[in-house]
């Protein structure tokens, strides 16, 4: 899966994850308290995987090595906002800074410090390979780096030694022989399951068939999302309250990740209908599912279901309804499933998208037209190097075929949207910020 998203990189899409974190430094720092965060940053020179990890080509083949001449003011920068530094002014930095390739002479991550913000907050944008870590890992390498306590001392991200992940047998993987032996062991896991994985896709097969709330993988329709998108990037961020997506899951008897589905389809519907685009047929979004069973804070464990977001209805329970039924459907068949297996159905079943992407068969089939993600994060405020983090938002990629991206993760009280998308193909895309909000209140 990480050497997928290396070979999936192209100028117009670059396959790196980013976070953008602003934070409000205490109210005794200085003028100079930007300077002086640099200047500690600066101090952890050493790397730890996998930020001081490089790629190099090996008998043909793409593997990490470590950067014997890691230079780390190459990877992290000090800018400012000009004035006034509006939050406008910093989201079109964001997207700048977001639609640039990784450099892969040297690791695959920046981080960039950001002053000048208006009313004298400061910002914090990383950018990471996802071949280096999916949106799970990158959540607690975050978490590991900030602090409840407002006293704590700094800790750079790439300074954190990385932790050892478990195998099945409760051994820690230090050794490329302990390594091997656990891959080994995996292979003859996932190869005794491919009967299982076999009946499940028969059983798929059937339900395109017979069960209306099944998604099949040609379902989507064509729509403004689904053609090919250039290299330049529109970043958009808001904040919405935990306590009205709460209260609308209990109202309707749903859960928070259906009610954020529920606002998406709901936002994307009103979008389209305002520019004349709206499909027929429903929406299909693409919603990755952590399968991570470890504590582990590098690569990727990552399956995805599809979810019917109903945008051909026009009322908003209706729509919600067959969203909620399209989910549970893919949580019944993952239920059956072990964590491998899941992995080898979902590439069973999107083989034939991938190809289709890749040979262009037929650029009307596409297995979903939009990609929505919803990261856990930070239960409680959290503080770095004392300053008080007051917003946590996911910079995702768009790619050919799907060009917006909803990311989303919780943070305190609230859920934190990042929707990052193709500026050519997207007008006014900042727009949908407004419709999420009117899609929650619907169901309020």
Same mark, same amino acid.
């Given at each position: 899966?990480?050497?997928?998203?290396?070979?999936?990189?192209?100028?117009?899409?670059?396959?790196?994850?980013?976070?953008?974190?602003?934070?409000?430094?205490?109210?005794?720092?200085?003028?100079?308290?930007?300077?002086?965060?640099?200047?500690?940053?600066?101090?952890?020179?050493?790397?730890?995987?996998?930020?001081?990890?490089?790629?190099?080509?090996?008998?043909?083949?793409?593997?990490?090595?470590?950067?014997?001449?890691?230079?780390?003011?190459?990877?992290?920068?000090?800018?400012?906002?000009?004035?006034?530094?509006? &939050?406008?002014?910093?989201?079109? *930095?964001?997207?700048?800074?977001?639609? $640039?390739?990784?450099?892969? $002479?040297?690791?695959?991550?920046?981080?960039?410090? &950001?002053?000048?913000?208006?009313?004298?907050?400061?910002?914090?944008?990383?950018?990471?390979?996802?071949?280096?870590?999916?949106?799970?890992?990158?959540?607690?390498?975050?978490?590991?780096?900030?602090?409840?306590?407002?006293?704590?001392?700094?800790?750079?991200?790439?300074?954190?030694?990385?932790?050892?992940?478990?195998?099945?047998?409760?051994? #820690?993987?230090?050794?490329?022989? #302990?390594?091997?032996?656990?891959?080994?062991?995996?292979?003859?896991?996932?190869?005794?399951?491919?009967?299982?994985?076999?009946?499940?896709? /028969?059983?798929?097969?059937?339900?395109?068939?017979?069960?209306?709330?099944?998604?099949?993988?040609?379902?989507?329709?064509?729509?403004?999302?689904?053609?090919?998108?250039?290299?330049?990037?529109?970043?958009?961020?808001?904040?919405?309250?935990?306590?009205?997506?709460?209260?609308?899951? #209990?109202?309707?008897?749903? #859960?928070?990740?259906?009610?954020? *589905?529920?606002?998406?389809?709901?936002?994307?519907?009103?979008?389209?209908?305002?520019?004349?685009?709206?499909?027929?047929?429903?929406? &299909?979004?693409?919603?990755?599912?952590?399968?991570?069973?470890?504590?582990?804070?590098?690569?990727?464990?990552?399956?995805?279901?599809?979810?019917?977001?109903?945008?051909?209805?026009?009322?908003?329970?209706?729509?919600?309804?067959?969203?909620?039924?399209?989910?549970?459907? $893919?949580?019944?068949?993952?239920?059956?499933?072990?964590?491998?297996?899941? /992995?080898?159905?979902?590439?069973?079943?999107?083989?034939?998208?991938?190809?289709?992407?890749?040979?262009? &068969?037929?650029?009307?089939?596409?297995?979903?037209?939009?990609?929505?993600?919803?990261?856990?994060?930070?239960?409680?405020?959290?503080?770095?190097?004392?300053?008080?983090?007051?917003?946590?938002?996911?910079?995702?990629?768009?790619?050919?075929?799907?060009?917006?991206?909803?990311?989303?993760?919780?943070?305190?009280?609230?859920?934190?949207?990042?929707?990052?998308?193709?500026?050519?193909?997207?007008?006014?895309?900042?727009?949908?910020?407004?419709?999420?909000?009117?899609?929650?209140?619907?169901?309020?």
């Amino acid at each position: 899966m990480d050497l997928g998203f290396l070979l999936l990189e192209r100028r117009n899409q670059p396959m790196h994850v980013g976070g953008l974190i602003l934070a409000r430094p205490p109210a005794d720092a200085g003028a100079d308290y930007a300077q002086r965060l640099i200047a500690d940053m600066l101090q952890f020179k050493q790397a730890e995987a996998p930020f001081n990890q490089r790629l190099q080509r090996r008998a043909g083949v793409w593997c990490w090595t470590q950067d014997e001449d890691f230079d780390l003011e190459a990877h992290v920068y000090h800018l400012s906002l000009p004035e006034p530094g509006r &939050i406008r002014e910093l989201l079109a *930095l964001v997207s700048k800074l977001h639609s $640039s390739l990784l450099d892969r $002479s040297k690791p695959l991550w920046e981080a960039y410090v &950001i002053e000048g913000v208006q009313d004298g907050r400061i910002a914090l944008y990383i950018k990471v390979h996802h071949a280096l870590v999916d949106g799970v890992a990158a959540m607690r390498l975050m978490q590991r780096v900030t602090s409840e306590d407002p006293a704590a001392e700094l800790v750079a991200p790439w300074a954190l030694p990385p932790r050892e992940r478990r195998t099945e047998s409760g051994d #820690t993987q230090g050794s490329a022989l #302990t390594a091997l032996v656990d891959a080994a062991s995996q292979f003859r896991r996932h190869a005794g399951s491919a009967k299982t994985v076999a009946t499940e896709v /028969l059983r798929s097969i059937r339900a395109r068939k017979s069960d209306p709330d099944y998604v099949s993988v040609f379902q989507a329709p064509r729509s403004l999302f689904n053609q090919r998108i250039s290299g330049s990037r529109r970043f958009a961020a808001q904040s919405y309250g935990l306590d009205r997506i709460r209260q609308a899951a #209990t109202r309707h008897q749903a #859960t928070i990740n259906d009610i954020v *589905l529920a606002m998406c389809g709901s936002a994307l519907r009103r979008y389209l209908l305002q520019l004349g685009d709206l499909p027929d047929k429903p929406l &299909i979004a693409m919603v990755p599912v952590s399968v991570r069973r470890d504590d582990s804070d590098g690569g990727n464990q990552v399956a995805m279901i599809l979810a019917n977001l109903a945008t051909h209805l026009d009322d908003p329970l209706e729509r919600l309804d067959m969203t909620v039924r399209s989910v549970n459907h $893919s949580k019944e068949r993952f239920a059956r499933l072990s964590q491998g297996e899941i /992995l080898a159905y979902m590439s069973t079943v999107m083989a034939a998208h991938g190809a289709n992407i890749a040979l262009g &068969i037929n650029p009307g089939w596409q297995a979903f037209n939009v990609i929505i993600s919803n990261v856990p994060g930070p239960k409680n405020p959290m503080f770095w190097n004392g300053a008080a983090v007051e917003g946590v938002y996911p910079v995702s990629i768009p790619i050919d075929g799907a060009a917006l991206n909803i990311t989303l993760n919780s943070y305190a009280d609230n859920l934190e949207f990042g929707l990052i998308g193709c500026r050519r193909t997207l007008p006014h895309m900042q727009r949908l910020l407004a419709y999420l909000d009117e899609g929650l209140d619907a169901l309020c």
